[in-house]
Structure formats: C-alpha cells, structure tokens
C-alpha cells in the first residue's frame, strides 16, 4: 500500500490513566512496527476530563494520517464511558465497540464496518484450523460487550446454533457438553471442566486469569477459564492461555487498521 | 397527557404501494383512534423512488406533531431499502428497527430507544402471564432481523439462557425440548410439532401462515409456526394464530409511540 499509493495505515492510542509501560501499550507499538503499520500516541493523566479526552479523539478523527483509534480507560471508566467511546468515528473505531457497529454485526444482510478484535481473533482461529461452524451446535460462555455477546452474534452469522451460558444459567455443564465448539470468555479460572466438554469438541478459551502460585517468580500464573489439563485430554482443539487468543486480538487490530486505512483510500 | 401539557401523541405511516384499505394499515389506524393517538399518512405509488420516499420521512422528522413513523413498504423492497428505513431520525423510529437501536438492544449496560413491537409484545405477553424468565431455556426459531433476532436479545437481556435455531440447525425438536419459553418466528406452517415441546412450556407463536382450506369462505385459513392442536395438550400455555401475538403488536406500536412522545416532551 505504502509502495502502490503512498499511504501509511496509522493505529491512534490514547492512554488514559495507563502507565506507558503497560504491556498492551508496549505490545501493541511492538506490533504496529513490525507490520509497518504507524503509531500515534497520547497519554492522559486518570483525572482528565471527559472532555479533554473527547478533544483527543476528535483531533485523531479528523486527521488523515490516522486510520484506527484505541481509547484505553481504566476498567471502571471503560465500562460507562460510552460518550467517550461514542466519540470515535465509526469509520475508525478499530475496536467495533460503536452500537451501530454491534447492530449491523447482528443484523442479517448488513456487515459491521469493523468486527471487534477478541472475537474475530476466535473467528479466525477456527477457520485457520478447519473447524466446521455451519450447522454446528456453538455455546459461548459469557455475555460481555467486548467478546461473548459479539462472539456469539459471528457464530450465528456463520450459520452454528448457537447458545449463550451466563452466570443466571442453571446447567451449564449440561449445555456445554453438547457444543461442537466453545468459546469461553466469562473471566473465571479454571470454570470450565473436563467433563462439561463434548469429545472431539473446539474449544476457544478467551480467559485470562491470575491464580496464585508460590512456585512462580511473580507470585502468580495466568490460566485460562478452562482447566487445560482436563479438558485437553477430551477436546479435539483447544487454545492454550497464555498464547491462543491474546496474539489474535492483536493481529486483528492490526487487520482492522489495515482494512480501515484501505476503505478510507478505496485501496483494494 | 392531553389534559396536562396539551400535547397529543402522533403516529405517521407511509404506505408505499400499499392499498389503503390494506388491513394492517386499516387496524392501524383504528387502534390509534381508540386510544386517542393522532394518525398521519402518506400513500405513494409502488413505484416511487427512493428520493420522494425520504423526502416525506424527513418532512415528518421536522414535524413536532409526528412523535413515531412507520415506513410500510413492499416486502422485497422492505428487506433491501437500507437507506430509506435508515432516514427514519432514531427517536422517532417506533420499529425499533434502526441498527444503531439493534446494537443498544443487544448491549449490557445499554438501553434501545425503542424495543422492536413484535418481540416487545411477546415479553409482554410473558411478563403478563406471569412466564418466569430469568434462569430459564429459552429456544427462539428463526433469527430475522424484525422478530427472531431481537427476541433473542431481549430473552437473554432479561435472564434466560437463549439458544437461536434456524433453517440451518441440525436437530431443531431436540433443542427445542429443552426450552421451557419457545418463541416461533419462522413462516412455517404447523412446523414446531407437539414432539418438539417440553411438558409445561410456554409457546409464544409469531408465525401467521396462509394454508388452502377449501370449506373456508376464503380459500385459506392462518395457522402459526406451532401445531396449536398438539402443543396445545403439551405446553403449559400457549399464544393463538390468529389473536396472540399479532393484536400485541399493535398495542406495542401504540405504546412505543407514547413513549417517544413522552421523552420528546420530557413528560414522565
């Protein structure tokens, strides 16, 4: 693209409340540079205001080197900041966060102008690996914005029957076990065992969770929301954590940046 | 609200290539003057193009009498007109239909402007009956994106554990055995079979399918997506075709429109 039309994609980051050396910041600027793709940066202090941030995202919006915009808020403020999220341009919001974007990707017949990373990270998985979705039976574990509701929007979008499991299901291990692929993104570790998995089934595990662990230099591992060991031994596919689906997201972020920068400059 | 702020909630409908005593837009129109809300309309030829259809949309978005607008347009054109369904300003589109509606539907934290009419009325028919949801299997058939789809998010928004079947799932009569809430929105005749409930069930039919009856006067007669005659000795309750679902549409439409006036006018 850079050769053929003279156009960088460029990936926009604003931090806020983030230290710089954050290892999604870091990863994600490691990531842009080895793909060629641009980083642009701010870096907020927590206390700013809504619009200070807002001010941020609209200069990003209306500059043509940026094709993809990344507001990173502390979780508390992720999950209610929807005007802060509503202000990014739903041509560059690399993330799919916008409603209208989450109605179109649930809508038959309209396509999202971006699908959120996480869950086209397990998309791509699956296909990479040839497991069939069409007229299989999928049960996503976990309803959040960001993966489980998206992630089970994609799978009926490609034709699986699809079940969604959440903390008010009763039986869980039930509707589980009969899923030909899983995905799990529900943030408990170990929750899925190896008895509620069907034998031969895909599983996707999208958690990432700190359990104690003396043994480790940090006093901590990360495991996943499917016990590994257990369920390993009786899925036909299964996503280790760490590694799987936390590289995926990034790549798909550098794959939506990438579609964006493309759109905007009709490049096919 | 009449009485208090002087101000009379009004509906809009514009029939493109409808007849005018079509019996949607004649029930309508009754409805509206039962409960005292203001009709407005529009008829166009078949052949209208897009401009002129829009043109009349964005003259009722500007007209502070108009507080809900209904764009009936032909079946094929219906599902494809994107943009004119599109022009319909978001607090006044009482379908529910608009995408950016769809994704607020479908997020946690998130509140539509306006629950699409026939799956509104079929959790009012749930609420009223007193059907308990939250913890409950849920099976919605068919997945269209006016009745299937936001069934389903509404069922899960309000606790259930939702599994969608479609035309491309494999064992549709074994899922659906496990619902204790069965919504039908298929189009098929009599295809949800007695076989296919759960002993107690609750069957909420939304399908309206003309099937030849040669003693009826017509010709025809309107049977649902559900065998009433078998279901009915299975389920523990159980919506009619005709009357069920589709008189609750129209009471929801009614209802969605007072509320769009009520939030135009800040009217609590």
């Known amino acids: 693209m850079k050769d053929a039309i003279g ?27 080895a ?17 200070e941030v807002i001010k ?35 041509e560059k919001d690399v993330d799919g966060f916008h409603p209208l974007n989450i109605g179109r990707l649930a809508m038959q017949g309209r396509d999202p102008f971006f ?73 408990v570790a170990n929750l899925v065992r190896g008895n509620w998995i069907k034998p031969g089934a895909a599983i996707i595990d999208v958690g990432i969770n700190p359990v104690d662990d003396p043994e480790s230099p940090r006093g901590y591992r990360l495991v996943g929301d499917v016990c590994y060991e257990e369920a390993s031994k009786v899925a036909g596919a299964i996503t280790p954590v760490p590694g799987g689906v936390g590289p995926m997201t990034i790549a798909m972020l550098l794959a939506n940046t990438l579609e964006s920068a493309k759109r905007i400059h009709n490049f096919k």
Chains 1, 2 share one sequence.
Do not use: W
């Open 56 to 90: 941020h995202i609209a200069s990003f919006n209306s500059d043509p080197s940026v094709h993809g915009i990344l507001v990173e808020l502390p979780l508390l403020r992720h999950m209610n900041d929807e005007s802060i999220l509503n202000a990014v341009g739903i």
């Open 115 to 187: 699908v959120p990373c996480t869950p086209k990270g397990c998309m791509e998985l699956l296909h990479r690996y040839g497991v069939e979705i069409k007229g299989k039976r999928a049960v996503v574990i976990g309803r959040s914005n960001i993966v489980g509701m998206p992630a089970a929007l994609l799978l009926q979008k490609a034709n699986a029957t699809v079940s969604i499991v959440h903390s008010q299901t009763k039986n869980p291990e039930e509707i589980t076990r009969q899923a030909d692929i899983v995905i799990a993104a529900v943030g």
């Open 7 to 33: 156009i960088v994609p460029g990936l926009a980051v604003i931090l806020v409340g983030s230290r710089k050396d954050s290892q999604t910041y870091v990863r994600n600027k490691k990531a842009c540079e």
């Open 35 to 51: 793909v060629g793709i641009q980083s642009f940066e701010v870096n907020l202090p927590e206390d700013s205001s809504e619009e």
